[in-house]
């Protein structure tokens, strides 16, 4: 028998927000998924919530709260589970602990739900979640977030080769979503990034392909123009953050593995890290 955690005045409405930005979801094929279904999320001494972890698909790093792991890990193995529980309480919860049990009070309600970090971190997955959160981790210890740098296996240093940046979020958010004009969603966002401007393009010409187009004031950084595809439900990820965001790119072309994006959320304390479609 464990020792019981417990964790006092939890917001239910700032961990509702994280638990969603974590499912990362997207739409292939027509068709709703979660990239994260279950995650290990970590609580400090004074209540204060924090997740990490990669995408299924391995192409997608999303942290939410920090980048911090002191404090006590609690499994959460069905996101949308545990979204469904705290739809049912007040604006302000207490979270126990106990021999794989996980508790969720608030007023005269206790909701129990089995939760072990020995769980499948989604289904079929031969990685328990807590091995797949030790993996998500070891990813995160290559990307120095602060100073947008990211350094390989190898000890190679490397740099944005462009950045965007800008004050509000919800100006990417229009762009992207235009993706699912007439009922598309065809989850590829195309980036077209020169010295005078940045283009977006998403949606088929058969149904309505649109591009958007910004200017000179959305370019932070850009010693090398690029173009390049990017999926893993962009739109869904900048849907509702808002406030200032930067997106650093990353060219690993000539070690044949594409771009990459590094995407902060400076308001919200979110960021995520994506792999581009390889072509």
């Known amino acids: 028998m464990g020792d019981e955690l417990c964790f006092e005045d939890i917001s239910t409405d700032s961990l509702q927000f994280l638990l969603k930005t974590m499912q990362r979801k ?35 790093l999303t942290s939410v709260g920090g980048d911090v792991r002191h404090g006590h890990e609690i499994p959460i193995p069905n996101i949308e589970q545990m979204l469904g529980i705290l739809s049912m309480h007040q604006k302000t919860i207490r979270i126990r602990y106990k021999d794989s049990m996980l508790y969720v009070e608030s007023g005269r309600k206790s909701t129990k739900v089995h939760a072990s970090p020995d769980a499948k971190a989604f289904g079929h997955s031969l990685d328990s979640l807590k091995e797949f959160t030790g993996k998500s981790w070891s990813l995160k210890s290559r990307i120095d977030i602060e100073n947008s740098i990211y350094k390989t296996n190898d000890s190679a240093i490397f740099s944005p080769c462009y950045t965007i940046e800008g004050d509000d979020a919800n100006d990417m958010f229009e762009a992207l979503r235009c993706d699912t004009v007439n009922g598309q969603r065809l989850n590829r966002f195309h980036f077209s990034c020169a010295d005078s401007d940045i283009q977006i393009t998403v949606g088929d010409p058969a149904k309505g392909m649109t591009t958007t187009t910004f200017g000179e004031e959305y370019i932070s950084d850009n010693t090398e123009g690029f173009q ?13 953050l808002g406030g200032r965001f930067t997106m650093d790119f990353f060219d690993f072309t000539e070690q044949g593995q594409g771009m990459r994006v590094l995407i902060k959320f400076l308001d919200c304390n979110v960021w995520a890290f994506q792999a581009g479609i390889l072509q």
């Open 26 to 60: 997207q739409t292939v094929d027509g068709k709703g998924q979660v990239q994260v279904e279950g995650i290990m999320l970590t609580i400090d001494k004074t209540g204060h919530c924090s997740a990490l972890s990669l995408t299924r698909d391995l192409t997608g």
């Open 228 to 240: 390049w595809d990017f999926d893993g439900g962009l739109d869904e990820l900048f849907k509702g």
